[in-house]
């Protein structure tokens, strides 16, 4: 078998197969590299995201922030920095700024879109917005793109009552509640769960109260706070007076046609005005049943000092009359 180098042509034609594979590969090296930061940017993203939604979920700093801010149409140029102190300033987030580990770039804020719980009543003055980050890609990445996330506030304006003050239309308080998935839960540590909401409506979707339940209701026990050191002028309830001026009555529900025993609001309110209370919205009134209790303890006290001295009388006259009777 004759034995023969190599040719100039195939050492040449191997040489350009072999960096033409080089090349290949570094470009395939350079691409992984690329997708795999990407990626990490997109992460990045997210924890931005997450660092905004704890920074802001402290109502003082929420207030701090975004106070007698106007929830009409926002201008883009009206929001570059986002502060963690005011004394002395501190700034946690500015237009700009590299964060993340320099992945990403805050290239904008916005606060926008407000949207009340109610176009009418009190509750025109409560209700979302969102705080809108424009971020940018740091480096070089496959599928690069700005990324635009979302900060879902509660927010409460000057409006809101007890103590309106004007513009109506300006930020009194707030706090983050969440970011693009509008998460208002938290699970703390102890498996206890946190809603940082304002009013929940189960059955109703303009719930009134911090928890309104259109339906029935089903627990084992309730408690009131009723501590001494929660109260101030304290005096002992109208009994008799008062629950006289009472109706109790038997009545059947519109909606559902069940029968039930209770009292009538506007009655009650008549009589103990601080134990109804009106829907802003409806002017539907609602009695809060545990207020009857103080009146009905003070009536049934003075039915029993009523009793015993009724008693105290009849053993009298008894007493009188077997006199009486052992004279003849």
Known sequence: MRQRGFTLVEVLVSSAIVGVLALALAHIIAQGFEAQRAIQQRQAATLFQLRMVSLLADRNLCRLNFQNFPTGPADPDNLSRIYSSRTPDVVAFEEGGEYEDRFLRLAGLRLRNFRPYSTVGDNRYRGTMELEMNLQPVGKAIGSV??????MLLVELKGYPPTPTAPAEEI?????????????WTLN???TIYYSGFNVGIGTSTPTQMLEVNGRVLAKLYFHS???RLKKEIETSPG??????LNG?????????????????QNVESVMPEAVTINPQTSIRAVSYDQLIGPLIESVKELAAENRKLERQVRELEKRHAEKKRAQ
């Open 146 to 151: 700005n990324m635009v996330r979302t900060v």
């Open 172 to 184: 009194k308080s707030c706090s983050a509640v969440g970011g693009d998935q509008n998460n208002i």
């Open 189 to 191: 540590p102890d498996g």
């Open 226 to 228: 009723s501590d001494e």
């Open 240 to 245: 008799l007076d008062l629950v006289t001026k």
């Open 249 to 265: 009555v038997h009545f059947k529900w519109r909606e559902s046609g069940e029968g039930a025993f209770g009292v009538i609001a």
